[in-house]
């Protein structure tokens, strides 16, 4: 069975503080999908990022990176300097080679104080 | 290149009546997904299809839900004889494949009066 688990219900960081989400996932397959999308207060679902399970190279994106390490299942996402405009829900998922579904975890909603 | 388009945004219902959420996926993309967000909850998968197949329903309830995707025309969610448990926020998403990244739509958000 698959699962992803994002153990951080809720994080608050100051304005211009780097904070790191942490994604832990769970499956058999070894080909797989990971991804990041963010759901900011207007409720939309805005995709990040996707990550192919044969690939483990860390990816920098503006203030965004994201470490995959299969190690540990884990792929964790950080924002540097965060701003105001971070705060929403964030939610990793996985999918398998069939595609069809994606297993979202229970996100994690960051609020980011001015 | 317009995004995945639902609609309503909005809907309201009262108990027992059936509500009908509509979802055009991105241009070129053919597998569309259907989600249901609970307050304070992630998602839930419910039902993957193409063009005219259901690929894949495991998540859908047995009773008063269905879902299609006709050769022509948006995607439909239909739920029959709503109940308050109904009440949730619906996202569609569309891909081009089935392995790459979904785009997701503004949501719907049911209330059941």
């Known amino acids: 069975a698959q699962k992803v688990t994002q153990a951080q219900t809720e994080i608050s960081v100051v304005e211009k503080e780097d904070v790191t989400l942490d994604c832990v996932y769970e499956?058999?397959?070894?080909?797989?999908?990971l991804f990041w999308y963010k759901q900011p207060p207007s409720g939309e679902l805005v995709f990040l990022i996707r990550?192919?399970?044969?690939?483990?190279q860390n990816e920098i994106s503006g203030r965004y990176s994201w470490n995959f390490q299969k190690s540990t299942s884990s792929f964790n996402f950080t924002i540097t300097a965060s701003q105001v405009v971070d705060s929403a829900v964030y939610f990793c998922?996985?999918?398998?080679?069939?595609?069809?579904?994606?297993?979202f975890g229970t996100g994690t909603s960051l609020t980011v104080i001015p | 290149n317009a995004g995945v388009m639902q609609n309503p945004r909005h809907l309201v219902r009262r108990r027992g009546q059936e509500a009908r959420l509509r979802c055009s996926p991105m241009?070129?993309?053919?597998?569309v997904y259907w989600y249901r967000q609970l307050p304070e909850e992630g998602l839930k998968f419910m039902v993957y299809?193409?063009?005219?197949?259901?690929?894949?329903e495991s998540g859908m309830p047995k009773e008063r839900f269905s879902a299609e995707f006709p050769k022509e025309g948006p995607s439909i969610l239909r739920i029959q004889q709503v109940v308050r448990g109904d009440s949730a926020a619906y996202f569609c998403?569309?891909?081009?494949?089935?392995?790459?990244?979904?785009?997701f739509g503004q949501g719907t958000r049911l209330t059941v009066v």
């Open positions: 998403a569309s891909s081009q494949i089935p392995t790459a990244e979904a785009f």
């Open positions: 499956t058999r397959d070894t080909t797989y999908y």
């Open positions: 990550r192919n399970s044969f690939d483990e």
């Open positions: 998922a996985l999918s398998l080679n069939t595609g069809n579904q994606f297993y």
């Open positions: 241009k070129g993309h053919s597998h």
């Open positions: 299809l193409q063009k005219e197949n259901i690929i894949d």
